[in-house]
């Protein structure tokens, strides 16, 4: 009685997680739908100019999608190298302690809240950046690019190193039995082993990545520029939270299809990675 009671309630609180899924869906669409219909398709998605409180407003998010792709790629690119090897060192290869403290260390990152990684980076890395390359201002993409890597390290260690963990020894034994070193097992039994994990571990951090707001808000710049390495810029996440408070009209609507896009971008990318993990699975 009291399994199937626990049963009950655990379905009734998976049913509305589904809910509330399916109700934010319904509600961007619907309001972000009209906005993209009155401004063009083409015109919102592929513009260039975004100048919502002009005399003539134009609304194009083309910079703002191109700037959250290369930010996401580029925090990718240094994040999950970083993130996945440290994950095999401190799985299989660091010695007790060291693995003992970096996981607790790990998990301090990871409850950092977010404005905190921005405060620092607009604080340190912004005027790091700007002494460095000799630039008239530090907030950039490429400082965006440094904060989310960072960002998405603890989401990426934890996920893959339980991963790793959870790998049976008899794999391992019986590749070291063969003849295999220690890092030839490592790399070629205990990771394709735990790939699963690891992908779920990279798709929680390209959604850490291209839904911040806050922290990149910081240390971006917050122009609606194309996107380049040392130039400020704005992402689709900062658009909507920068002008959400004082928008209204069109300008309130187009910022919801902003958030449309972004969802849709979002459950693209979970999708084709899901596709992938199972077409590794069969």
Known sequence: MKEKAISIIFTIIGLVAVLFVLLITVYLIIAG?????????????????????GVNPEFGILPFILTSIWGTCGALFIGLPLGFFSSVYLAKM????????????????????????????????????????????????????????????????????????AVPKEYEEASLALGANETETYFRISVPAAKSGILTGIVLGIGRAIGEAMAVMMVAGNVANMPSLFQSVR????????????????????????????????????????????????
């Open 94 to 165: 660091a010695p007790k302690r060291v693995r003992d403290l970096f996981v607790v260390v790990i998990g301090v990152i990871s409850g950092i809240p977010s404005v905190v990684y921005g405060l620092v980076g607009m604080l340190i890395l912004v005027p790091l950046i700007r002494n460095v390359f000799s630039l008239p201002d530090g907030a950039s993409l490429f400082a965006a690019i440094i904060v989310l890597a960072i960002m998405i390290l603890p989401t990426v260690i934890k996920v893959s190193l339980t991963s790793l963990e």
């Open 33 to 53: 739908i009209p906005a993209i219909g009155e401004i063009g398709f083409i015109n919102f998605m592929f513009g260039k100019v975004w100048r919502s409180t």
């Open 235 to 282: 992402f689709l996440t900062t658009a909507v939270a920068i002008e959400m408070s004082y928008s209204s009209g069109l300008q309130r609507q187009a910022l919801f299809s902003i958030a449309l896009v972004l969802f849709v971008f979002i459950m693209l990318i979970n999708a084709i990675l899901m596709a992938l993990r199972e077409e590794k699975d069969k």
